[in-house]
């Protein structure tokens, strides 16, 4: 059975930073894109990073383009996501995702294109 955990959300001032990290379990990941999203209170889930399943390409919304970075751990089945200049729009819930088995990179933004989710961690960014 395969089961995703976020770790690493909390409380942070503006300016600050933190680490979020997913760890993926029930089978070997190397295959596949990991991602994480994001969503916001009242507001649509949206794509924030992944990491490609080959090349060690990434990938990142406009948004947060400079002040994230995702990184992945393949032997450890492990994707994390350092989070930098936080602002108050970066409140959110965070999630961690799976992409499919051998999946096309043009498709890591959409959210259908991964099989497996974790439960989110929250981050919130007060002012």
């Known amino acids: 059975q395969v089961q995703v955990a976020e770790s690493g959300g909390g409380l942070v001032q503006v300016g600050g930073s933190l680490r979020l990290s997913c760890a993926a379990s029930g089978r070997s990941f190397s295959s596949a894109a990991m991602g994480w999203f994001r969503q916001a209170p009242g507001k649509e889930r949206e794509f924030v990073a992944a990491?490609?399943?080959?090349?060690?390409?990434?990938y990142y919304a406009d948004s947060v383009k400079g002040r994230f970075t995702i990184s992945r751990h393949n032997a450890k089945n492990e994707v994390y996501l350092q989070m930098n200049s936080l602002k108050p729009e970066d409140t959110a819930v965070y999630y961690c995702a799976v992409g499919s088995f051998l999946g096309y990179s043009g498709n890591y933004h959409k959210a259908d294109f991964y099989d497996y989710w974790g439960q989110g961690t929250q981050v919130t960014v007060s002012s």
């Open positions: 990491y490609s399943w080959s090349g060690g390409s990434t």
